[in-house]
């Protein structure tokens, strides 16, 4: 029925994975990660196919994303880029960012996509207002607030501002009262995100949740 919300079943989801299955060089990258303690950080092919959509539909001429990690979604959206689009991804960990510069050059993809090291919020106030179609938002959760501010400056009108993980692995689903740092930021995001006129959201109930704002 219409109406319902409900996680695909097994075979389901079976099906999906096999569709959304990534082509080389991001199949070997999750080959590479399987085993890694963080693998799980890595965005997920149902999120990666949705932002290379978004990246296309919004004009694909420049990106910025906040979280960088290894370099999965960058190399999800890269390919969706317009002839001449850039992506600018933020990473604060200088190991992490290497591992990604090194896996975007291997793949072909370092030409079109820069990794910046540092803090996010040590880079965001040099980039140009209004030059973005697009900012996905992936970093420390408490620090959302903080970069929806930026997106808001960052991000043209017309563009997108995609926020991964707005259901906090669940912890959105507990009272308020229980909210601890990381949930209160993201309940203070998604609400402000929801509730600012300058922008007009919807959460998509993808993976751990997924805040997709077109700014007006
Ligand atoms: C969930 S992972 C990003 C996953 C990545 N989008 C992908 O698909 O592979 C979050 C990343 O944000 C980085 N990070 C955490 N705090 C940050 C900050 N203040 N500024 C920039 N990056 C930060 C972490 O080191 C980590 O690599």
């Known amino acids: 029925m219409a109406l319902e919300r409900h996680a695909p079943d097994p075979a389901l989801a079976a099906w999906l994975d096999g569709l959304l299955a990534p082509a080389p060089p ?14 799980e950080m890595m965005t997920h092919p149902d999120l990666g196919r949705l932002l290379a959509v978004l990246v296309r539909a ?4 420049r990106v910025l994303e906040v979280g960088t990690f290894v370099g999965t979604s960058a190399a999800w959206m890269a390919p969706a880029l317009a002839a001449g ?41 040099g980039l140009p ?17 903080a970069y929806l501010d930026h997106a808001l400056r960052l991000v043209r009108p017309g563009g ?15 009272p308020r009262g229980q909210d601890d740092a990381r949930a209160a930021a993201l309940r203070g995001y998604t609400e402000r ?5 300058r922008l007009l959201t919807t959460i998509l109930t993808v993976g751990d949740g997924v805040a997709v704002s077109a700014v007006r």
């Open 193 to 197: 995100a929801m509730a600012d006129p």
């Open 129 to 145: 207002d209004g030059a973005y179609d697009l900012c996905y938002l992936d970093a420390d959760k408490t620090g959302y607030p």
């Open 58 to 61: 919004t004009g694909g001429r």
């Open 26 to 39: 991001l199949q070997d990258l999750y080959a590479e990660m399987a085993e890694d303690e963080w693998a």
């Open 160 to 174: 997108l501002i995609v926020a991964d993980n707005v259901f906090g692995g669940g912890a959105l689903g507990r």
């Open 85 to 125: 689009g850039t992506i600018d991804t933020l990473e604060a960990d200088p190991a992490r960012a290497a591992r990604a510069a090194a896996f975007l050059e291997r793949a072909g993809l370092a030409g079109r996509v820069q990794v910046h090291t540092g803090p996010a919020l040590e880079t965001l106030p």
